[in-house]
């Protein structure tokens, strides 16, 4: 098994090396200001394609003269999007720490644990079946409770969008959307 850095050498490519937190910090930024999105540096397999080089030098140059203004118009729309951060943390302090803590152990807690105890009811009604709440060992696989003996996962539409999330969740996804009462 060979490490990245590994393959860098085997490549003659000198790793770049960035200040402590920075770079999770401008991926982070990178995933909200969509920096580089096809639209902006290219579609990179389609790139690659064409490239008839060899080297990571050789490809750096027929990149730039490809895409001359790409690593200039992500970077810009990465900074941008810093500062945005930078302001918000300017903003950030213990109180605003603690309200965010509170909404979320409690005020979402409350509500989820609301959502995935009517959620299968509802279902198990529809398909006719019964239903159950998952168990504390169900917890770690991403299994929220049983329609019919089926496990399931309950969660917000806006889950569907973080492609980043680390989780696999193996078991039949259900999706819902808050909608205002009234």
Known sequence: M???????RFLEIEPSEF???????INL????????????????????????????????????REK???IRTAT?????MLKKFQSALDNIDYSVV?????????????????????????A??????DCRLSEPGDEPKGIDGYIG?????IKPHTYEMKASLPEQINVKMIYYTKIGVG
């Open 124 to 129: 198990a009604e529809i398909k006719r079946t």
């Open 149 to 153: 003996g089926i496990p399931v996962s």
């Open 68 to 70: 001359p203004d790409a």
């Open 29 to 64: 930024a990178n995933q909200y200001a969509q920096g580089t999105r096809p639209k902006i540096v290219g579609q990179m397999s389609e790139l690659i394609q064409g490239f008839k080089g060899k080297t990571w030098s050789e490809w750096e140059e027929w990149y730039l």
């Open 98 to 122: 603690e309200d965010w803590v509170r909404d979320l152990v409690i005020l979402k807690t409350f509500a989820g644990l609301r959502f995935h105890e009517a959620i299968p009811k509802k």
């Open 19 to 25: 200040p402590k937190y920075a770079a999770p910090l």
């Open 76 to 80: 810009d729309k990465i900074l941008q």
């Open 2 to 8: 060979y490490s990245n850095e590994d393959i860098l």
